[in-house]
């Protein structure tokens, strides 16, 4: 007799352009006959989940896979302000045209996303209201999108302080937490579908050589070029934050223990590496039925 698959509570994590990963582990778990009940997610986790439990997601996947560089950067709407370069709202605004803006209340399942409140240095938690102020306010990268203001609250990335939220998921009784967590040190975690990152790696000279020329500083040193700011490899403050996202999933981990980690690396794939939509995707495929796998044994 074939055993049933038990209900999932869904936590997808922080993580940038690897939260892309979070659709094909979601594919991965469908495919196999899971239920997933509720999702809480954090910054791309919260974007992802959001529009997966407004019954979205195959049209998001559809438009993601259309972006590469040229129609990535035509999507910053760029402010140049010194709480954010990006605005954020065109983003936003195109996302509405394919998910209408539901109440977080009328989803067909349970959504929470995790965002910061700097004013009050606290974690807010939008199980309510509108879904993409939620998605806004939780997406909201330190120094790259502008913060969202919100009666007296300044709402950050939600990966400053909960990155991976599995004390935030609904949960009912006989549910199982799933967790994905695509912050995990690469020495930890190898896998057998991934992107060798090499120096002579594909034409980034578009995209990601501006990135370098606009936000690094004023020297021609290529190794300060290749670790400025918005670089899609690193940069001092990205590895710093990566290097906090990184130890707070692991201790949230330990405190919570989901029933299931689904582990991505974090030297996968950059941040704002949108353009490599397939290949991420299917990392996070592979992830999912990696340990799957193992899980169902």
Do not use: C
Not at 191 to 201: F, G, I, N, T, Y
Not at 206 to 233: C, H
């Amino acid at each position: 007799m074939k055993r049933r698959k038990p209900k999932i509570a869904l936590v997808l994590g922080s993580g940038g352009a690897r939260g892309l990963a979070h659709i094909g582990v979601i594919e991965e778990l469908l495919s196999r006959g899971y239920d997933i009940t509720s999702v809480a997610g954090t910054s791309m986790g919260a974007l992802v989940g959001g529009i997966y439990a407004a019954g979205k997601l195959p049209d998001f996947k559809k438009w993601v896979l259309g972006i590469d560089k040229f129609r990535m950067f035509q999507l910053l709407d760029f402010s140049f302000r010194l709480d954010g370069m990006v605005k954020g709202q065109r983003i936003i605004s195109t996302l509405k045209e394919m998910v209408p803006d539901l109440s977080i209340e009328a989803l067909p399942i349970p959504f929470a996303a995790i965002s910061t409140d700097m004013a009050a240095e606290r974690e807010v938690v939008f199980d309510s209201g509108s879904l993409f102020d939620a998605i806004r306010a939780s997406i909201s990268l330190p120094a790259f999108f502008r913060p969202v203001h919100k009666s007296d609250m300044v709402l950050m990335d939600g990966g400053i302080l909960n990155p991976l939220p599995i004390n935030r998921v609904s949960r009912r009784r006989g549910d199982k937490v799933f967790a994905v967590d695509v912050n995990v040190p690469d020495d930890e975690k190898p896998l057998p579908v991934r992107r060798k990152v090499q120096a002579e790696d594909d034409d980034d000279s578009t995209f990601v050589e501006w990135l370098k020329r606009t936000f690094s500083s004023d020297s021609s040193d290529d190794e300060k070029a290749d670790s400025s700011l918005y670089s899609p490899y690193g940069g001092s403050l990205l590895q710093a934050s990566d290097m906090m996202i990184e130890r707070i999933s692991r201790l949230t981990v330990e405190l919570y223990k989901p029933r299931l980690l689904i582990e991505v690396p974090a030297a996968a794939y950059g941040i704002l590496e949108f353009y490599r939509a397939p290949e991420i995707m299917e990392l996070g495929r592979a992830a999912a039925a990696q340990a799957l796998d193992r899980y169902e044994e």
